[in-house]
């Protein structure tokens, strides 16, 4: 499909209209952001891995009974997707405790949880993406009681998914953010799913395998990126 004009622009992805309504191409950026849009920089072929690797997850989802905005990689950078009203809460769901979880709660990184959590946001980058419940979110009309039950039930059990891939390559899903939006009003994952979204650990070296590494100066970012990609592709690829 012939790429239109430019819709949107975000920290790590653009999206642009196609010739169908029905649906979009999303382009991805090597542009890395943290705390808010304050830390910005590059980090190389960033676009080209975190394309690679959504695509390989979502792929497996959709074979788990998990549908999502994926209809087919394009190139390495771009990537056609049913075109969805997406829902401003984002979800996030954590396995063990790191980065605002263990600040909030003065624990220490690395504490696996008794049970995984959920936490919701409203999706806003002026007011800083902040917590939410499933009552701002019905009172405000951002999402049903049924949506929010389903979105929470869907990410139970992406969750289970990821976790067991994760584990048999070798890393510990520590958390990860999740996006969901409105196709032919059933609910559909999408945004992306890669080391942008995910805290991945090695499970022998606890070394951090995600963007931690750009958002702590730990360097090595693309090496990690890159990393992550050849052991999703040694099972999915």
Known sequence: MEKREKLYEGKAKQIFAVDDERYYIMTYKDEATAFDGTKKGIIENKGIVNNR??????????????????????????????????????????????????????????????????????????????????????????????????????????????RKLFDSIGLILVDFKLEFGIYDNKIVLGDEISPDSCRLWDQVSREKMDKDRFRRDLGGEAEAYQEVVRRIEEVLG
């Open 53 to 162: 690797i959504s695509c390989l997850l979502f792929k497996m989802l959709e074979e788990k009974g998990i549908e999502t905005h994926l209809l087919e990689q394009l190139d390495e950078r771009n990537v056609l997707v049913k075109r969805l009203q997406m829902l401003p809460v984002e979800v996030v769901l954590r396995n063990v405790a790191a980065g605002s979880l263990a600040q909030r709660l003065g624990m220490e990184e690395g504490r696996e949880l008794q049970i995984p959590i959920i936490e919701l946001y409203y999706k806003n980058d002026d007011l800083h993406d902040p917590m939410i419940n499933e009552y701002h979110a019905q009172a405000m009309g951002w999402a049903t009681w049924e949506q929010l039950k389903e979105v929470q039930s869907l990410s139970l059990r992406i969750n289970q998914i990821l």
